[in-house]
């Protein structure tokens, strides 16, 4: 399984960008995916979540409003299209695949140990 993360670049503060993930070697329709990030210095963070079964996303508080996660299963690909970037956004992004077709609880979709395959990681840059 390889999960290939694109979409990075340099975005000036206000702009938009969106990320893509290809994945090869298993199917994103029936697994949980989700976006994590790790700033400069700082520890890696959550960022949003797509469930199996219901589809249902999740978003950390930071980006909720601003930032959409979504799958197209065609394409077996996950995205996250990023509106309103403010420099905090400045970070690596990383996606990641649960291994379990089953659907995790609400409280769990942030933990990254509930992730099974991860990305190489795209760096976003928010700056003037």
């Known amino acids: 399984v390889q999960l290939q993360a694109s979409g990075g670049g340099l975005v000036q503060p206000g702009g938009s960008r969106r990320l893509s993930c290809v994945v090869s070697?298993?199917?994103?329709?029936?697994?949980?995916m989700g976006w994590f990030r790790r700033a400069p210095g700082k520890e890696l963070e959550w960022v949003s979540s797509i469930n199996t079964g219901d589809n249902r996303s999740y978003y950390a508080d930071s980006v909720r409003g601003r930032f959409t996660i979504s799958r197209d299963n065609a394409k077996n690909t996950l995205y996250l299209q990023m509106n309103s970037l403010k420099p905090e956004d400045t970070a690596v992004y990383y996606c990641?695949?649960?291994?379990?077709?089953?659907?995790?609880?609400?409280?769990?979709?942030?933990?990254?140990?509930?992730?099974?395959?991860w990305g190489q990681g795209t760096l976003v840059t928010v700056s003037s």
């Open positions: 070697g298993r199917t994103i329709s029936s697994y949980t």
């Open positions: 990641a695949q649960r291994k379990s077709p089953n659907r995790i609880v609400q409280s769990m979709v942030g933990v990254p140990s509930v992730y099974d395959y």
